[in-house]
């Protein structure tokens, strides 16, 4: 047997939508399935490596490899390395097709692609499954231990408007002053694994969509509020609308040390900005759930349970 991990290619494209729309349709909620487009063209292709080229960045697809055995695509893998966190690598999309399965080849892939990223010097994988997902059992076996929970939970925005007094330090950000300290921020206090909108902007998964190429230069779609004292960044709150579902992500990182009150009135000012009627999915891990208890009092529903899980190389065994 003859197995590489390689780049997605032009090629691939047709099997890869079939895998990828196997996979979302059988792995992904009603709620938050508006995320994963279940067509790819070669347009979409195209496109992405032409704004590589000219932006000199990364392109979607950067993000992806093949697992291809004796000339068959069997699998795929999505995987991002946290920026400015070198030694961090997040497994965001992991299958095997369905025609492919209970041969190992899962695990030889997943085990291809520690040891690859491994000798470039990443040092931490993480992931999230499904609680009830069996596929938790076999990234146990792989050496996956558990992180910790993280959970979805969606509200309607509007419903319950709150009256609330202007917190001094509270503002909408500006892109030519703000990203690069809020990017520096959501390093420090967040994970890949911790956010919806990862690192926005410096890196932005959302991006994919042909339809949201231009998002980040349509600002009606996108809303940052930042909570600043002394000139430091104590909170911020990024909601990335998707009007066409009428619904919205939405991510709020704090620091862990600012004041019960001050968060509370954060969450509060955030709320109250929230177009009304949006549906809005946000989601917190175990040590965020002062979180979810103040969306949960404006009507929040805790819609899914995923196991947060951490592989870690043990520079004395390589």
Not at 171 to 178: E, F, V
Not at 208 to 229: A, G, P, Q, S, T
Request: glycine residues 6%; contains cysteine; hydrophobic residues 40%.
């Amino acid at each position: 047997m003859k197995s590489i991990v390689r780049p997605v290619y032009y090629r691939d494209l047709p099997i890869f939508e079939k895998i990828w729309k196997d996979f979302i349709l059988s792995e992904t909620s009603s709620e938050d399935r508006f995320l994963h487009p279940l067509r790819f063209s070669g347009i979409d292709f195209f496109t992405g490596k032409l704004l590589k080229t000219i932006e000199w960045g990364s392109s979607f697809w950067d993000n992806f490899y093949v697992y291809e055995v004796d000339g068959t695509l069997a699998g795929f893998m999505e995987v991002s390395i946290s920026p400015g966190k070198s030694c961090d690598l997040f497994i965001k999309n992991f299958v095997i097709s369905s025609s492919c399965r209970n041969r190992g080849w899962g695990r030889d892939f997943l085990n291809d692609i520690i040891e690859k990223f491994s000798l470039k010097g990443i040092r931490e994988f993480y992931l999230e499954v499904r609680k009830d997902n069996r596929a938790v059992n076999f990234y146990r076996r792989a050496g996956f231990i558990n992180r910790g929970s993280k959970y979805y939970m969606i509200f309607t925005g509007g419903n319950n408007k709150i009256i609330n007094e202007e917190q001094e330090g509270f503002r909408y950000w500006s892109p030519s002053l703000d990203t690069d300290r809020l990017n520096e921020f959501m390093k420090k206090f967040s994970l890949p694994s911790e956010s919806l909108i990862t690192h926005f902007p410096e890196y932005n998964y959302m991006e994919h969509h042909m339809d949201n190429l231009i998002l980040k230069y349509k600002r009606e779609k996108l809303e940052v509020y930042i909570l600043e004292i002394d000139n430091v960044i104590k909170a911020s709150s990024v909601i990335y609308y998707y009007f066409n579902h009428n619904k919205a992500l939405m991510d709020i990182i704090f620091d862990s040390g600012i004041s019960f009150s001050l968060l509370e009135n954060f969450f509060k000012l955030v709320i109250n900005r929230i177009k009304s009627g949006i549906n809005v999915i946000f989601s917190f891990n175990d040590t965020q759930k002062i979180a979810g208890s103040f969306l949960e009092e404006f009507g929040g529903n805790i819609y899914r349970e995923n196991i947060l899980m951490k592989y870690m190389i043990d520079d004395l065994k390589t």
